[in-house]
């Protein structure tokens, strides 16, 4: 089996980022006793991905000429930086599962939106913009990298 374009990876970590989403929302939806460590996993997930994304990948494309889809991918991470933000202290804050349920349906909008662009325009350039040094540190971190302690993306 062929390995993976970066593409192809990134657009996995979506996938698996939106699905945590929505099973919470499912569960949410169940009316059983949620245990939100899946929804806690999903937005770990969604920061460790943006700093992977504007650390590994876009800093090569936006030198490549990608300047004005790089720009409004950093504008829309932080706008989903300060929705994960919202979640988070939803989560620790409040019981109500309505105000909880909005606020991750908001994100997950966020993201449908966001990544419509972002799969289309910036992934499919990746494996052939990125040199073979940035491509294997980025092929490293999504296997194995963490998010530095205290990071927070550049538009949050």
Not at 132 to 139: F, G, K, P, Q, T
Request: hydrophobic residues 45%; aromatic residues 6%; glycine residues 8%.
């Amino acid at each position: 089996m062929a390995a993976l374009t970066l593409g192809q990876a990134l657009e996995r970590e979506h996938r698996e980022i939106d699905g945590g989403i929505e099973s919470f929302l499912d569960e949410l939806d169940s009316g059983v006793r949620v245990d939100p460590s899946q929804l806690v996993t999903a937005l770990e997930s969604l920061r460790r991905h943006i700093y992977l994304e504007e650390v590994f990948l876009f800093p090569d494309l936006k030198a490549a000429g990608l300047m004005g889809p790089i720009f409004v991918m950093l504008r829309e991470h932080g706008m989903l930086w300060r929705q994960l933000d919202a979640v988070t202290g939803m989560l620790a804050q409040t019981s109500e599962t309505e105000v909880l349920r909005h606020s991750c349906a908001t994100l997950l909008a966020l993201l449908s939106d966001h990544n419509a662009k972002e799969e289309p325009i910036i992934y499919t350039q990746a494996d052939d913009i990125l040199g073979a040094v940035a491509s294997a540190e980025l092929r490293k971190f999504l296997i194995q990298g963490t998010m530095p302690e205290g990071w927070v993306c550049s538009s949050a």
